[in-house]
């Protein structure tokens, strides 16, 4: 079964420096049918005007999880990290039993794009942690590349969850696949262009649900981006 979240019926926030489109509930917008997906609990996508950005704030008890898609996204916390995220960079902060930070376009004349991407973890009181890692276009295209894990492997970014995110890149026609064992279930969500999954057309924004599939097959229509959630 595939459910798929269309990108213009997304909630919306606009503040003015800020644009974003809520995939599930998020602050003011709240729909009880779109709460999550498994312990993916929030995909935003932001786009945050020159010098712009969320001053310094809390939380506590979420894997955080930062993918830029234009411009330069500047992050600062209080356990000392102070980072640059850009495209290709895939950044995780673990909440964990409480850190403040705050993340601001790094540019005066460009907008900031990204996806802001909470995780529920496994488990409670960890302790907060910050990593990020590049991963090149040229290591994502034609496959889908482990970009995030529960430990780490193939020089993934660790998630404190029964969680594998994917990335790929792929050329018009390209075709990538993904087993879907028994007991697992999917997200997928397109970052650019446009793709075909398991028969269902997507575009850019647009998310699918997958469960009870055997296998995800996806099929660029054009040159696309694409992020995929291998979900318990």
Known sequence: MINVRRAADRGTANFGWLDSRHTFSFGEYHDPRQMGFGPLRVINEDR??????????????????????????EHKD????????????????????????????????????????????????????????????????????????????????????????????????ERVTRALPSGRKAWVQVVHGAVAINGHDLDAGDGAAVEGEPAIDLTAKVDSEILLFDLP
């Open 48 to 73: 945050v005007s020159p010098g712009q950005g969320f001053g310094t704030h809390g939380h506590a008890d979420m894997e955080i999880i930062s993918y830029v898609l234009e411009g330069a996204l």
């Open 78 to 173: 209080s356990i000392g990290t102070g980072s640059v995220i850009r495209p290709g960079d895939v950044q995780v902060m673990s909440a964990g039993t409480g850190i403040r930070h705050s993340e601001f376009n790094h540019s005066k004349t460009e907008p900031v794009h990204f996806l802001q991407i909470w995780v529920v973890p496994d488990r409670k009181g960890i302790a907060p942690r910050y990593e990020q890692k590049n991963f090149a276009d040229a290591d994502k295209r034609g496959r889908l590349r482990l970009v995030g894990s529960p430990d780490g492997r193939d020089g993934s970014v660790v998630i404190h969850q029964d969680v594998e995110l994917l990335a790929s890149v792929l050329d018009a026609g």
